[in-house]
């Protein structure tokens, strides 16, 4: 492990033969849990939709994300459709600009990333401990297996996030992206059906947030296209211009991408934008994270383990013993179990010994006679 590479996790990853895949909804992207019927983003069944998909490496993890904050001035939900990490956001409903927490970006991501690594359906998540057993304590053991998007609990975040696993999909052809690191904060996806390519960049501020993160799939971050810049008028009509010849842009339809009609160029328009020229109820969109290696809550798991339990080999064995172990029956968990125990005197036990040792004393006799 290369103390160089500013992604890696600190704790080392077991040897994995193969990168664990992923079920996934095709039409959405986000998981598909074994146990559930229809998909919990596009409400197909799940059963017409299901497709297993690897990561684009063993030790990397995607998350899917919906996000939002509550407006300060119209108290609705506004979308947060990319990391943003300037200070401030827009609202999408009443377009008020005011401050917004970063700090709270830290503790949404970490959450995303611990999601990502411990979700089941395996009761360890992605990167199981060769000796360490956390399956009892992983709160997350459940998605993928019944469960798809999770939220935070007890925690106070000033944004409203849903995550789940998954991988991203083509918006057209919906079948998984293929994707590739480029650099820092940067990402690239082609579709292996239509061949649409993009490329994906975070801002310095954003990468800073937290360490694991590799970068981010979203319209907001798209680095290929040209954004359409926007300004309110005095009477409080959003105006939308073409960034190559500044003429007003005649938005046509909900697609992001729209083309000046004087000059031809095409650019992005942000969703927030377009939701606002149409006179339409926002609502936040799916968009993915992309971390390397465990995540800080499996650290915390696997740091609560005590020393000696961890320690050589013998210590190995411990770990891996089950809690209660000495009363509980023989389960289907891996690990070392003792051999139940009663409390008091086993009769039947007795008896036996007290045979067994009449037939030794028997047997010794007849033969030292002879």
């Not at 500044?246 to 969703?271: E, I, W």
Request: aromatic content about 6%; hydrophobic content about 40%; some cysteine.
């Amino acid at each position: 492990m290369s103390r160089e590479d500013p992604y890696r996790a600190h704790i080392q990853l077991p040897e994995i033969a193969a990168p664990p895949s992923v079920t996934i909804c095709r039409s959405c992207g986000i998981v598909a849990p074994e146990q559930g019927t229809a998909c919990e983003g596009c409400k197909r069944p799940l059963p017409e939709v299901r497709v297993q998909v690897a990561p684009p490496a063993a030790d990397l993890t995607w998350v899917a994300v919906k996000c939002g904050f509550t407006c300060n001035q119209c108290k609705f939900l506004a979308p947060l459709d990319g990391l943003d990490a300037d200070g401030a956001v827009d609202c999408a409903h009443c377009g008020l600009r005011q401050r917004f927490d970063v700090v709270a970006w830290k503790t949404a991501l970490e959450f995303a990333h611990a999601v990502g690594d411990l979700a089941g359906p395996a009761p360890e998540g992605k990167y199981p401990h060769p000796s360490v057993w956390v399956g009892d304590e992983n709160d997350y053991a459940k998605v993928g297996l019944t469960h798809t998007f999770v939220v935070p609990t007890g925690a106070e975040l000033s944004v409203d996030i849903r995550v789940s696993p998954g991988h991203p999909v083509c918006k057209k052809c919906r079948v998984p992206l293929s994707t590739s690191v480029l650099g820092v904060g940067a990402l690239a996806t082609r579709c292996p059906t239509c061949s649409d390519e993009a490329r994906y960049a975070l801002a310095d501020g954003a990468r800073n947030l937290y360490d694991r993160l590799v970068g981010a799939v979203a319209d907001e971050h798209r680095a290929d296209r040209p954004r359409a810049q926007a300004t309110a008028t005095q009477a409080g009509v959003l105006a939308v211009k073409c960034p190559g010849c500044g003429a007003p842009l005649q938005l046509q339809g909900t697609d992001k991408v729209q083309t000046c009609s004087y000059c031809k160029a095409t650019c992005f328009v942000a969703g927030k934008q377009m939701a606002r020229f149409n006179h339409q109820t926002p609502e936040p969109e799916v968009w993915w994270l992309l971390f390397r290696g465990v995540s800080t809550e499996r650290e915390k798991l696997l740091a609560a383990v005590p020393e000696e339990k961890a320690a050589g080999v013998g210590g190995n064995v411990i770990a891996i013993l089950k809690p209660g172990a000495k009363t509980d029956t023989i389960g289907d968990k891996p690990g070392v179990y003792e051999a139940p125990e009663k409390p008091g005197t086993d009769w039947p036990q007795v008896a036996l010994t007290l045979v067994l040792g009449t037939l030794a004393l028997v047997m010794g006799y007849l033969i030292l006679g002879k």
